[in-house]
């Protein structure tokens, strides 16, 4: 199994980025996809997940909530992060995470995915 996340980089506040996460060696449609970054100095945090299959729900932080978007292609095996509105304070390295338990409702846990990429690192500057 491989998730590989893409598309980081460095943005000034107030623009976007689409972050990519491509996977292999799963299922995709029918594992929920999750993405969590990690602030300097900071612990990992969740920051949205997207259901199965047809991806009808989405659960995001709120302090992320209207700003970002989860998105996902099956055809492609790949989900989205659209992030706009960016401040510094979402400075971090990015990660996309896998899980197919029946109980999305707990998805904003980090045990709950059993497969991890290995980050991209999004810098903000003010």
């Known amino acids: 199994v491989q998730l590989q996340a893409s598309g980081g980089g460095l943005v000034q506040a107030g623009g976007s980025l689409r972050l990519s996460c491509a996977a292999s060696?799963?299922?995709?449609?029918?594992?929920?996809m999750g993405w969590f970054r990690q602030a300097p100095g900071k612990e990992r945090e969740f920051v949205g997940s997207?259901?199965?299959?047809?991806?009808?729900?989405?659960n995001y932080r709120d302090s992320v909530k209207g700003r970002f978007t989860i998105s996902r292609d099956n055809a492609k095996n790949t989900v989205y992060l659209q992030m706009n509105s960016l401040e510094p304070w979402d400075t971090a390295v990015y990660y996309c995470?896998?899980?197919?338990?029946?109980?999305?409702?707990?998805?904003?846990?980090?045990?709950?995915?059993?497969?991890w990429g290995q980050g991209t690192l999004v810098t903000v500057s003010s």
């Open positions: 997207i259901s199965y299959w047809s991806g009808s729900r989405q």
């Open positions: 995470a896998a899980g197919n338990r029946k109980d999305y409702s707990n998805s904003y846990y980090e045990a709950w995915y059993d497969y």
């Open positions: 060696g799963i299922p995709f449609g029918g594992y929920v």
